[in-house]
């Protein structure tokens, strides 16, 4: 099983510009998560997707939007990228909307230039 | 509100050191929390839930419900215990993370 896996890996782009971000969730699991980490900091929940909908959102403004496939893996699509989203992004996913944790990717790098 | 605080963005101790990782969280309710572990050039990973009072890598942290904390300790560190370390609060509303900034652990051989 290779776990949860997210691409690109890295990623520039010129602000303004839209961007996708793939994430297919480890085997079995059902539930998607993606965190926003900037550098030093720790990681903020963005959104979070079961089920096909998105179940809970966090501080984030409405460029950030996502989507999930029947086949669990999901994209975060960024619109009208800024400086200051320029980040990791990172993908969680869980079979049990978390209860007992989440298995994470090793995150798409993005880079807004 | 909801928030996890880890007060030392930085811990070095020599190996053999006994090591405490702090953890405070705010949280109206019962709180679930974890710790996360990041090896350098490795994906975030979980080391300990508190549900399951286990001990991983000689790890423990235990929930004091009355100081709002989830202190991470070990004995005895290793030196392959250098890594970022995050404690994370869920939110039973609905399953959300809630990370603190991180601890860095260097331990000095």
């Known amino acids: 099983d290779a776990g949860v896996t997210q691409s690109p890996t890295h990623l520039i782009k010129t602000r303004g510009q839209q961007v996708t971000l793939r994430c297919s969730p480890k085997?079995?699991?059902?539930?998607v998560s993606w965190y926003q980490q900037a550098l030093g900091q720790g990681p903020q929940f963005i959104f979070q997707?079961?089920?096909?909908?998105?179940?809970q959102r966090g501080n984030f403004p409405d460029r950030f939007s996502g989507h999930q496939f029947p086949n669990y893996s999901s994209e975060l699509n960024v619109n009208a990228l800024l400086l200051g989203d320029s980040a990791l992004y990172l993908c969680?996913?869980?079979?049990?909307?978390?209860?007992?944790?989440?298995?994470f990717g090793s995150g798409t790098r993005l880079t807004v230039v | 509100a909801q928030r996890v605080t880890q007060p030392e963005k930085l811990l070095s101790v020599f190996k053999g050191a006994p090591v405490e990782l702090k953890c405070n969280y705010s949280?109206?309710?019962?709180?679930?929390l974890f710790w996360y572990v990041q090896y350098s050039r490795q994906r975030l990973q979980l080391l300990l839930r508190?549900?399951s009072r286990e001990s991983i890598k000689g790890f423990t942290a235990d929930l004091n419900k009355g100081e709002t904390s989830f202190h991470l300790k070990k004995p005895f560190a290793q030196e392959e215990d250098s890594a970022m370390y995050y404690c994370?609060?869920?939110?039973?509303?609905?399953?959300?993370?809630?990370f603190g900034q991180g601890t860095e652990l260097s331990v000095k051989p």
């Open positions: 508190h549900i």
């Open positions: 085997s079995g699991h059902d539930t």
């Open positions: 969680a996913s869980s079979p049990d909307r978390g209860l007992y944790g989440y298995t």
């Open positions: 997707y079961y089920e096909e909908e998105e179940r």
């Open positions: 949280y109206s309710g019962s709180p679930e």
């Open positions: 994370a609060l869920k939110d039973n509303q609905g399953g959300k993370l809630i």
